[in-house]
């Protein structure tokens, strides 16, 4: 005898009263309406939302435990709560690879589509289309989101025009680290710009199978700026916890962040035997206490057992029940559900896990169902039904017609398998509907009728599709188009007669990661090209005798290489082109490389020795190419002689042309020529890398001789500027900035957007040193930062060395609350760019004004100094503090290489300059514990100021440390000594005032004073002829230092001309500190009309300036006369 349990069903409404049989037509319970057993979660979700320190949660769990039941529950509170924009992306791991962003994509174009519909729309794009640096954001996520032309103001584009203009630009660009930056910088712009209108949170789902481009863009959106509007940017990602390994780039991204910035969730865990019960109720519309625990806790305790508590699986299980007919609803007991738990627990033979579970409920549907939704399985996770109508025309096996195929689609949809979300776009309910459904091909299907049948037939009208020339070209038909065909390639194989279609195929994988490297998504890139490597092979061993295909193996080994070298894999890269540079057998041939073939291998094999740290060997490689092109290669261990004897020589050439001849040189387009200045630049970094100063200044000097033969190229143009440093630096100092600017002229008339950083930071370094106006370091700065931020095209590392410029600009040229005005208004007017800035530390710059000029000093302060100097704008500096570094702080900046280091190196300059020893010796110290490499440009500074900073600290610091400090002085000494040696020629002033320095702490006055005198005199000099105002300042200050107890008169002098210096130069910071240090205030009416005239003057000048440079007003604001 059976025993059933019964539950009043409730009023179920008009699509629940009829009783089905068992059958899958069997009307489904109604899907819960709240959320069982994830208070906890959505309480820590709901902190995370509210902390303004947190911008991210992430959430895993294994599929089917209801983080997306959690997500969705979450905005809902959020929209009840107030105004939030919610976009929504979703990975798919059939198409991860065909189209990178693709989830990204989608949330940005959910997310226009709802600003579409805000009423400060218009404001906001009117915002994006006048300011002068959004004109790279808008051209860049213009190609992505069709929808971004549609909000413009005032231009309705051509969504035709939109996609044809992205295929060419795929044809013409590059997708390298530059167009990646600027991809990640227009989308945290884009974004940025938003909230400040209104909060917006991503929602990222499936994160497990996200590409790393993508998760690198995420990365970097959420290293956010603060920012003073209520509103923020909020992400919320989902991942299979069990499907993410500590290799996978979901975990290297997380890595990246700082944990105290996101909230983690690592598994969502399954359903109590309470909350399966609780699930049911809400399910079937039970009430707990009316159903009593002998009943229906026992059907909880059947589907716990059998589910393990995971809600999607709990669900699956109800379908399968009433599907056999063993829960039902009786009319006959006032609609209530009713079981049998007999032939429940005795005949439920159902599958143990969910996909096996949702395949047998599918095999029950009819067989055009069944059909259609296999195809649909193939194309994604979302489908589109038009090309699904397609694939199933096109197979001439099946009889299936439009009608048929229409209520296959009614069919899937009431069985709630599919949802729709555009009027031909379809998607499974959730994943694992679309794994059984695609795994029920391969069991059910025999022969040729397979997983590769389907995925051959949707590439081939994918394909027909991208081809059609009735059409638009639409990129994802090549890239899916082409992975589909890929992943059916066995079907084309066993084709007889298809050489054609496999050549076919070939060209579709080169053409494919042609698409996808412009997107910066290098590992797709890869697979394409590794499939197209295979088919060639493939064909080579049929086709033993044909040399057709040898160009198209080496294009294609070579686009492999370089793809795998952008990929991180250096060595998998070495080893493609040694292949080709051995002439290794391909199929019994030996394949016959053209030179420009052997030089672009010869230059990425360059490439992946930079990319090793192996300088020498990229040496060795670069003059092994040059002798392959004619070139005389440089040679390593050049000495000073040969370096000087090139310049002059070059000097000679340059003279006998003007510089406008020089400028309108055309612009050569040759392969080879491109080829060979890209060799020769970057063999200069290598030798500038081994310290071979002159090898390195030879190696510039051919790169501009190069210039001259054959016309300017990207690589050639920055060398003008190197050399008109080199120029400066030896003492010819206009003609340095007359050979200098040539680059800049020469990129201003052929627009190579790729040297823009290397000649912002060469013109600048020179600039830096000469008795230059203010104004004109900083326009060139500008004008340099603001070109290679618009055109989306500079390094990480440029970029920062040329806002680093910018820094130690300002921080040696003004008073400091003027400076204070002047970081107001570029964190202000560039909020959008701080992403760049945080590297060199404008943040913490700020800061540290900011604190210097604080009035109260916290007591017991250990960095605590009184900093008493005058400025014209009545701010009074007392009870300045520099800023604290917290311990993890210091690590990082340290472990983040030379960007970071540079922070330190200003706030060691700043403490310098504003005589601050002891909080100067702190930051020596820590640069000293993370010593390696160090740009080019600032390298001298380093032990320079430090050796400074130690060697004052022997003449006042602590007794007992003298000889320490003393110590490392000499350390810092000798290796400017040893630079010197190797030919850096810019360090000579450096040097010889810190010999004067040791001199005068190691022997006694009197009797050192001439000796000493003439040492410091001669460190002036050398700095005076050389162009270096601050270092021949430095100089009068120390010897006036050194001199003031034994001869006041002279020491004065030596002040005197140290506040001429600085005024000359524009640095009213320093000039208000020497006036103050030596007490100088009202001593003499002239040295005091000389302070008030020179910062009136110099201000004025700034902003007239300013106003004169066109574009966004971000180096200074208006301010009112004192």
């Known amino acids: 005898m059976s025993s059933t349990g019964t539950t009043d069903g409730g009023s179920l409404g008009s699509s629940y009263t009829s009783i089905g049989s068992s059958s899958i037509s069997q009307p489904h319970p109604r899907i819960p309406s709240i959320l069982v057993g994830r208070e906890r979660e959505l309480g820590i979700v709901e902190e995370a939302y509210m902390s303004s320190a947190r911008g991210s949660v992430w959430i895993g769990g294994s599929s089917g435990s209801g983080k997306t039941a959690l997500v969705a529950e979450f905005c809902r509170q959020r929209r009840r709560k107030g105004n939030v924009l919610v976009a929504r992306g979703k990975w798919d791991q059939l198409t991860r690879t065909s189209t990178p962003y693709a989830a990204l994509v989608d949330a940005m174009k959910e997310l226009c589509q709802q600003i579409q519909e805000c009423e400060w729309m218009p404001l906001m794009m009117s915002r994006l289309l006048e300011q002068e640096e959004m004109g790279a954001t808008v051209r860049i996520l213009s190609r992505f989101l069709p929808q971004l032309n549609v909000m413009m103001v005032g231009e309705q584009h051509n969504p035709q025009e939109t996609q044809r203009q992205t295929l060419d630009d795929h044809q013409g660009e590059g997708g390298d680290e530059n167009s990646f930056t600027g991809l990640k910088i227009a989308i945290r712009t884009f974004l940025l710009l938003v909230t400040s209108y209104q909060s917006v949170m991503l929602v990222m789902d499936d994160l497990q199978w996200a590409d790393e481009a993508t998760l690198q863009v995420l990365s970097f959106v959420l290293q956010q700026p603060q920012t003073s509007h209520p509103h923020q940017l909020f992400l919320v990602g989902c991942y299979r916890s069990n499907e993410v390994h500590k290799d996978n780039a979901l975990e290297v991204a997380l890595a990246q962040l700082d944990p105290q910035a996101y909230t983690r969730i690592p598994e969502l865990p399954n359903l109590s035997l309470e909350d399966v019960n609780l699930l049911l109720c809400e399910r079937l519309r039970m009430e707990p206490e009316d159903s009593g625990p002998a009943r229906q806790q026992q059907l909880a305790l059947v589907v716990h057992d059998k589910t393990h508590g995971n809600p999607f699986f709990v669900l699956q299980f109800l379908d399968a029940m009433m599907q056999r007919g063993i829960l039902t609803k009786s009319l006959l007991n006032h609609g209530c559900w009713q079981w049998d738990c007999q032939r429940l627990q005795a005949e439920m033979d159902l599958a143990d896990n969910v996909v096996e579970l949702v395949m047998q409920n599918m095999r029950r549907l009819d067989p055009g169902t069944q059909h259609f939704l296999h195809i649909g399985a193939c194309l994604g996770n979302r489908f589109d039904t038009d090309i699904v109508r397609r694939a199933i025309h096109h197979d001439s096996s099946n009889n299936h017609d439009n009608s048929t195929i229409s209520k296959a689609i009614r069919s899937a949809t009431k069985e709630q398998l599919i949802e729709k979300v555009d009027r031909h776009l379809y998607r499974f309910s959730h994943d694992r509907i679309q794994q059984a459904a695609y795994q029920l091909i391969s069991t059910d299907s025999n022969g040729i009728k397979g997983v590769e049948y389907y995925h051959y037939q949707l590439g081939v009208i994918l394909k027909d599709l991208y081809y059609d020339h009735a059409t638009t070209p639409v990129e994802w038909h090549l890239l899916v188009g082409t992975e589909q065909l890929n992943l059916g390639r066995k079907v084309l194989l066993q084709q007889h007669e298809n050489h054609s279609k496999i050549m076919e195929l070939v060209h579709m994988n080169m053409q494919a990661a042609r698409v996808v490297k412009t997107k910066s998504a290098f590992i797709p890139a890869v697979q394409f090209l590794r499939t197209a490597m295979e088919l060639l092979s493939i064909q080579e061993d049929r086709e033993q005798s044909n040399n057709a295909n040898t160009s198209l193996i080496i294009e294609v080994q070579l686009f492999h290489a370089e793809m795998e070298l952008a990929s991180g894999n250096a060595t998998i890269c070495k080893t493609l082109l040694d292949e080709l540079l051995?002439?290794?057998?391909?199929?019994?041939?030996?394949?016959?490389?053209?030179?420009?073939?052997?030089?672009?291998?010869?230059?990425?094999?360059?490439?992946?020795?930079?990319?090793?740290?192996?300088?020498?060997?990229?040496?060795?490689?670069a003059r092994k190419a040059l002798t392959l092109a004619g070139i005389k290669a440089p040679r390593f261990h050049t000495g000073p002689l040969k370096m000087l004897w090139c310049i002059a020589k070059l000097n000679h050439r340059l003279q006998k042309l003007s510089l406008d001849e020089i400028v309108e040189i055309p612009r050569t387009d040759s392969r080879f020529h491109g080829l060979v200045t890209d060799i020769v630049a970057h063999m200069s970094i290598a030798f500038h890398n081994l310290e071979q100063m002159p090898s390195f200044v030879v190696t510039i000097v051919l790169l501009a001789e190069l210039c001259l033969r054959w016309g300017p190229t990207a690589a050639s143009t920055a060398a003008f500027s190197v050399v008109g440093s080199v120029l400066v630096g030896i003492g010819a100092v206009e003609r340095g900035i007359q050979v200098g600017r040539l680059g800049l002229d020469i990129l201003n008339r052929w627009n190579f957007q790729e040297s823009v950083a290397e000649l912002t930071v060469a013109h600048g370094y020179f600039l830096m040193h000469l008795r230059r106006p203010l104004p004109e370091m900083i326009d060139v700065m500008k004008r340099g930062y603001q070109s290679g931020m618009a055109s989306g095209r500079i390094f990480h590392g440029h970029i920062c060395a040329s806002c680093s410029l910018l820094i130690r600009f300002i921080l040696a040229a003004h008073p400091l609350s003027l400076l204070a005005e002047h970081c107001k208004a570029i964190t202000h007017e560039m909020i959008n760019y701080q992403s760049m800035l945080q590297y060199i530390g404008l943040m913490s710059l700020r800061q540290l004004i900011e604190n210097l000029m604080t009035r109260d000093c916290p007591e017991g302060s250990p960095t605590a100094t009184t900093i008493s100097t005058r400025s014209r704008d009545k701010a009074t500096l007392e009870g300045a503090v520099i800023p604290d570094f917290d311990e993890h702080e210091e690590k990082a900046q340290l472990e983040h290489g030379p960007p970071r280091r540079?922070?330190?190196?200003?706030?060691?300059?700043?403490?310098?300059?504003?005589?601050?020893?002891?909080?100067?010796?702190?930051?020596?110290?820590?640069?000293?514990?993370?010593?390696?490499?160090?740009?080019?440009?600032?390298?001298?500074?380093?032990?320079?100021?430090?050796?400074?900073?130690?060697?004052?600290?022997?003449?006042?610091?602590?007794?007992?440390?003298?000889?320490?400090?003393?110590?490392?002085?000499?350390?810092?000494?000798?290796?400017?000594?040893?630079?010197?040696?190797?030919?850096?020629?810019?360090?000579?002033?450096?040097?010889?005032l810190l010999e004067a320095k040791l001199l005068s702490v190691t022997t006694k006055p009197p009797k050192n004073l001439r000796a000493v005198s003439q040492a410091f005199n001669q460190a002036i000099?050398?700095?005076?002829?050389?162009?270096?105002?601050?270092?021949?300042?430095?100089?009068?200050?120390?010897?006036?230092?050194?001199?003031?107890?034994?001869?006041?008169?002279?020491?004065?002098?030596?002040?005197?001309?140290?506040?001429l210096l600085m005024k000359e130069w524009g640095a009213l910071g320093r000039v208000d500190f020497l006036m103050h240090k030596y007490n100088f205030h009202g001593e003499t009416s002239k040295m005091d009309s000389f302070v008030s005239g020179t910062f009136l003057s110099r201000r004025n000048s700034l902003q007239i300036a300013s106003r004169q440079h066109s574009g966004v007003n971000w180096i200074m604001k208006e301010q009112p006369e004192p």
């Open 1021 to 1059: 000099v050398t700095s005076s002829r050389t162009g270096f105002s601050l270092f021949a300042a430095i100089a009068h200050e120390s010897a006036a230092d050194f001199l003031w107890q034994l001869d006041r008169v002279q020491a004065k002098l030596h002040v005197e001309k140290s506040l």
């Open 582 to 621: 051995l002439s290794t057998s391909h199929g019994n041939r030996v394949i016959m490389m053209s030179v420009e073939d052997q030089l672009e291998a010869y230059s990425l094999q360059i490439k992946a020795c930079e990319r090793e740290n192996n300088h020498a060997e990229s040496c060795k490689v």
């Open 902 to 992: 540079l922070t330190l190196l200003y706030y060691m300059m700043a403490a310098y300059l504003f005589g601050n020893l002891e909080r100067g010796r702190y930051f020596a110290e820590m640069l000293l514990q993370g010593e390696s490499e160090f740009p080019m440009m600032p390298a001298m500074l380093y032990p320079f100021f430090r050796g400074m900073i130690f060697f004052d600290l022997v003449i006042s610091g602590p007794r007992k440390k003298k000889r320490y400090y003393l110590r490392l002085a000499k350390k810092e000494l000798a290796q400017l000594t040893q630079w010197k040696k190797a030919g850096f020629i810019n360090i000579v002033s450096c040097q010889l």
